[in-house]
């Protein structure tokens, strides 16, 4: 492959931290990687200055929009109708190809982008006479399968991953059961899936016996009061002073109100309690904890498995069933529990403490975390299948 081929990254965030952390761990792959010189990430995030960028990996930030109660768009900041804010994201978008010339586009998750908003530059690709090359990647799970099927037909998916797309990436080990596979994604597009392991990170497993403490993260925040209050509900009524600490990581997007009340319990509980709304030192924290409670967004639980972490994983169920099918298939192959939020009540938080306190018995981890290496193995096959196919040319795919 030539020198210095450019990656743009799509992601469209419209709620929380995910696809952009995971866009980001991507881009890092990438241009620690021969052959990828530069990595712009398009995101949607309010957030996208606050983690540091890999050398060689820069941000365009598109105004932020958020779901809403039903699963829609709204706009977050700009007070804008969302069909015009998704035609000024989308007009960004092409500018910036123009510009940039991409040898590679990689889309997070939505086919036609956020409302649609890719398909302007999708047009414009058509006509371009050596367009990048397009590949879609796609979380284990994205919803319920039926829904995600519902979804893509009312937007043309499946158009498009037929005509445009040049290739599926699943960001998940093959031998659990993804959504990719429930849609029947490899016969409908035969030779395009491919399912390249979870997005795992290296992050040392350090726990200090002299200072046990129990992490509590939300992810975002946008809809972790009830599990932060469910935790502080737990330590107020504990009958003695814990012989343990307990860090409580609220997310970035919890409100403020909510905020202020969570952070007014956790001074007032006779606990040691930190509260911290947001930490660049994460991973830090996760390799020390002894035990993590936690919501199970794609991102968080790829890095709790990539500790080796006891986990409890407490799922939201709305507005998609993402993070309950999730937790509830990787209880059945990795050493995690979980629970439904309706039922997290003293006693079962306080089983998986003792749990952890007492020493768990961990099993060795057998699940496929190489994911991100093998994603920039695909990404750097398609530029070569591209190269090849110029001239005339044929070669194998990266991954069997």
Same mark, same amino acid.
């Given at each position: ?212 403490? @129990? ?31 307990? @860090? ?153």
């Amino acid at each position: 492959m030539e020198r210095g081929k450019r990656v743009l990254i799509y992601s469209h965030d419209t709620y929380g931290l995910g696809h952009l952390r995971r866009s980001l761990l991507i881009a890092e792959g990438l241009t620690a990687a021969p052959g990828f010189r530069s990595v712009l990430v398009a995101t949607g995030s309010p957030r996208a200055q606050a983690f540091r960028l890999p050398q060689g990996c820069d941000t365009l930030k598109l105004p932020a929009v958020t779901k809403t109660v039903a699963g829609g768009y709204r706009s977050r900041t700009l007070r804008m109708p969302i069909d015009d804010l998704a035609r000024l994201r989308a007009e960004m978008l092409r500018s910036v190809a123009r510009s940039f010339r991409p040898d590679v586009i990689l889309v997070d998750h939505a086919p036609a982008g956020m409302h649609g908003e890719l398909r302007p530059l999708f047009d414009e690709l058509r006509r371009w006479p050596r367009r990048p090359r397009l590949v879609l990647g796609l979380r284990d799970v994205i919803d319920d399968a039926r829904r995600v099927r519902d979804q893509w037909d009312r937007v043309g998916a499946w158009h498009l991953l037929d005509e445009l797309y040049d290739r599926v990436l699943v960001y998940g080990d093959p031998s659990v059961p993804s959504t990719a596979d429930e849609l029947g994604l490899r016969s409908r597009i035969p030779g395009k899936v491919t399912a390249v392991g979870y997005l795992g990170r290296t992050i040392p497993r350090c726990p200090d016996p002299a200072d046990p403490f @129990v992490l509590v993260t939300t992810g975002g925040g946008g809809d972790g009061h009830a599990l932060l209050r469910s935790y502080l509900s737990y330590l107020e009524r504990l009958p003695a002073r814990a012989g343990f600490r307990s @860090v409580l990581v609220s997310g970035p997007f919890l409100s403020s109100r909510r905020e202020r009340e969570v952070a007014a319990r956790a001074r007032d509980v006779d606990q040691p309690v930190e509260m911290l709304p947001f930490t660049d030192r994460f991973e830090g924290l996760l390799g020390r904890a002894t035990g993590v409670v936690s919501m199970a967004g794609y991102n968080t639980v790829m890095e709790v498995l990539s500790a080796g972490v006891p986990a409890l994983l407490v799922p939201r169920e709305a507005p998609r069933l993402e993070q309950r099918i999730r937790a509830e298939r990787l209880a059945r192959v990795a050493d995690v529990e979980w629970a439904p939020a309706e039922r997290l009540d003293d006693r079962r938080i306080g089983r998986f403490v003792d749990r952890v306190m007492a020493g768990w018995p961990r099993a060795s981890a057998t699940l496929d975390m190489g994911g991100v290496a093998r994603t920039v193995a695909e990404l750097r096959a398609v530029v070569e299948d591209a190269a090849a196919a110029r001239e005339g040319r044929t070669r194998a795919p990266a991954i069997a």
